[in-house]
């Protein structure tokens, strides 16, 4: 019998900046509009134009859908796009540094600087990723010592 896994519930979401989103809109149309009507009047650049559409449409709807950044108990999930899921167990992290020039620097137990991209995340939640962050480090900290 299979053992069923422990649904977990995010304690904070983080959200993308409306501006990528409105972006990744944009671009997905135009090429979804551009291959419809080359398809349509039977133009072989409509099959070409088609993959990408199909495919920027895709992340579109994925970018709508989920969160940038997920914030658990015991980790951090940030997922900036289709194909980029990055996990940052708090357990491993020694010290949560500064932000600057929009990018977060972690340093983990052996000594080791992360630098993590905030490139889509919502301006007025960099702060509050920050935080909670360190909130959440000092906690497995305390516990681990």
Do not use: C
Not at 27 to 43: H, K, M, V
Not at 57 to 63: D, E, G, K, R, Y
């Amino acid at each position: 019998m299979r053992i069923k896994e422990k649904e977990e519930i995010a304690l904070i979401n983080i959200d993308r900046n409306p501006l990528v989103l409105l972006l990744s809109i944009g671009i997905s149309t135009i090429l979804d509009y551009l291959a419809y009507t080359f398809i349509l009047d039977l133009n072989p650049w409509g099959f070409v134009l088609l993959i990408p559409a199909v495919f920027l449409s895709f992340q579109t709807i994925w970018l709508l859908l989920t969160p940038y950044a997920m914030l658990f108990d015991d980790k951090l999930e940030i997922k900036r796009t289709l194909f980029s899921n990055k996990m940052l167990f708090f357990v491993d992290v020694k010290k949560v540094g500064a932000i600057k020039k929009g990018s977060l620097f972690i340093s983990y137990n052996d000594d080791e600087v992360a630098k993590i991209n905030l490139f889509g995340i919502k301006i007025s939640q960099v702060n509050t990723l920050r935080s909670e962050l360190e909130k959440h480090v000092t906690l497995t900290l305390s516990k681990r010592l």
